[in-house]
């Protein structure tokens, strides 16, 4: 299964607190952090979320 890479991109000042804790529950903390993650319908909704303020890429390995 293919991984994708999650930067944040934007700041979390002034967004809502539901998007705080989505990017919180990605392992976001500040602009410029990555996590990578397996692929997968609950991570595309979680990314959904917050796509404003993210950037996605898709690894294949």
């Known amino acids: 299964m293919a991984n994708v890479k999650i930067t944040q991109i934007k700041s979390i000042i002034s967004e809502k607190q539901n998007q705080r804790d989505t990017l919180r529950s990605l ?26 303020l993210v950037k996605v890429e898709e ?3």
Do not use: C, P, W
Request: charge should be positive; proline fraction near 0%; hydrophobic fraction near 40%.
């Open 59 to 61: 690894i294949n390995e």
């Open 27 to 52: 392992g976001l903390k500040r602009i410029g952090d990555s996590v990578v993650r397996e692929d997968n319908a609950q991570l595309r909704g979680y990314v959904r979320a917050v796509a404003h």
